[in-house]
């Protein structure tokens, strides 16, 4: 079943620094969202970007689809504790129902 | 915003006990969705409901079931709660988008724990 798989699986960065977290994906997709989760919490919509969209941004998210290499990535700019969260990438199933990657679990030093 | 609630945080029970999760949304979403989330495994779908009265098996519905009697409530219940099924439950809900999956709106969760 196609699924997104994010890359890396954990990563620590810097407050300041950029975080660029990758999703690759198996079959071909009418859409790619990305969700945060705070730890112990339910996840959170950052954004969603259509097959025939290439970037998108959201304050300082920024988000882009190459359907080619069936992958997408997520770029956090200036990096804060708060950014402090697991990252999903989930992909449509042709239906209303998504499927979820594992997630990167990304983790803001001071 | 739309907020999605769900009946309890944290939850422990006793093996072969009946379970009920609660999950109730504001915003007149059609779809409603429970998940369990474990580590390494990532979130797994266990059922979806499209309508009232109306439920659809996910990829892990094996021990669950689910009730749909108000378009707002949506309910898991783990008939005889085993310890395998101690887990982290989301419940999700989204409109009816046509041709694309929607944007889902998550509850807090529920961490249960089957003792």
């Known amino acids: 079943s196609q699924q997104g798989e994010e890359d890396p699986q954990a990563l620590s960065i810097q407050e300041g620094e950029n975080a660029t977290m990758n999703c690759s994906y198996k079959?071909?997709?009418?859409?790619l969202q990305w969700y945060r989760q705070n730890s112990g919490r339910g996840l959170v919509h950052l954004i969603l970007?259509?097959?025939?969209?290439r970037e998108k941004h959201s304050g300082r998210l920024r988000v882009t689809l190459d359907t080619s290499k069936k992958s997408s990535s997520l770029l956090i700019t200036a990096s804060r504790a708060a950014d402090t969260a697991s990252y999903f990438c989930?992909?449509?199933?042709?239906?209303?129902?998504?499927?979820f990657g594992k997630g990167t679990r990304l983790h803001i030093l001071p | 915003d739309v907020k999605v609630t769900q009946s309890s945080r944290y939850l422990v029970k006793r093996t072969g006990e009946k379970v009920f999760l609660e999950c109730v949304q504001d915003m007149d979403h059609e779809n409603m969705f429970w998940y369990r989330q474990d580590p390494g495994l990532g979130l797994r779908l266990i059922y979806f409901s499209y309508d009232v009265k109306m439920k659809e098996k996910g990829d892990i519905p094996e021990g669950y079931s689910v009730s749909r009697e108000k378009k707002e409530r949506f309910s898991l219940i783990l008939e005889s709660a085993s310890t395998n099924q101690t887990s982290m439950y989301l419940c999700?809900?989204?409109?009816?988008?046509?041709?694309?999956?929607?944007?889902?709106?998550f509850g807090p969760g529920t961490r249960l724990t089957v003792l």
């Open positions: 989930a992909t449509d199933r042709g239906d209303d129902k998504i499927i």
């Open positions: 970007i259509r097959s025939n969209e």
């Open positions: 079959t071909s997709i009418n859409n």
């Open positions: 999700a809900s989204s409109s009816i988008s046509g041709r694309w999956a929607d944007t889902q709106y």
